[in-house]
């Protein structure tokens, strides 16, 4: 099994965890989906890459920060063909590759969606840390 170089942007499955999932107790997300890595760093001296990725779903946004991600984009990542959003609400930070990175649907042993463009990773980054400035996102840690 191989796993990809985890970097900004890149687009992952992963067993995203809500905070409202976590306040009731669950170790895992009721679901698997698609996830935009914001940042991958060596943050020690083991050389673990910790990861935080913000998740992409269907519901329409509850507030304005969340990001649209364009039609063509969906079809490049090759997404369905549904309306999608990336959170900048709420995250999931976890060393890499952890054990709630997962395989693609019908894509055997790929783990990754491909990569947004770089104007809508910019976008996304500049979302978070403007909420950052105002409330901050929710950052569910994950083992």
């Not at 990861?51 to 920060?65: K, Q, S, Y």
Request: glycine fraction near 6%; hydrophobic fraction near 40%; charge should be neutral.
């Amino acid at each position: 099994m191989t796993f990809p170089a985890p970097q900004p942007g890149l687009v992952i499955r992963y067993n995203f965890l809500w905070s409202n999932e976590a306040r009731v107790g669950a170790q895992e997300g009721s679901k698997d989906r698609p996830c935009a890595i914001v940042v991958a760093a060596s943050l020690d001296e083991t050389g673990d890459i910790t990861v935080l990725v913000a998740p992409i779903t269907h519901a329409p946004p509850e507030d304005d920060d969340s990001i649209p991600i364009p039609p063509k984009v969906a079809r490049v990542l090759d997404l369905d063909g549904e309306r999608h959003w990336i959170r900048v609400d709420e995250l999931n930070e976890f060393v890499w590759p952890g054990y709630d990175l997962r395989p693609i649907p019908r894509r055997p042993g790929a783990y990754a969606y491909g990569m947004l463009p770089k104007a809508l990773y910019d976008a996304l980054r500049s979302a978070i840390q403007t909420r950052r400035k105002r409330v901050g996102p929710r950052v569910q840690k994950r083992d």
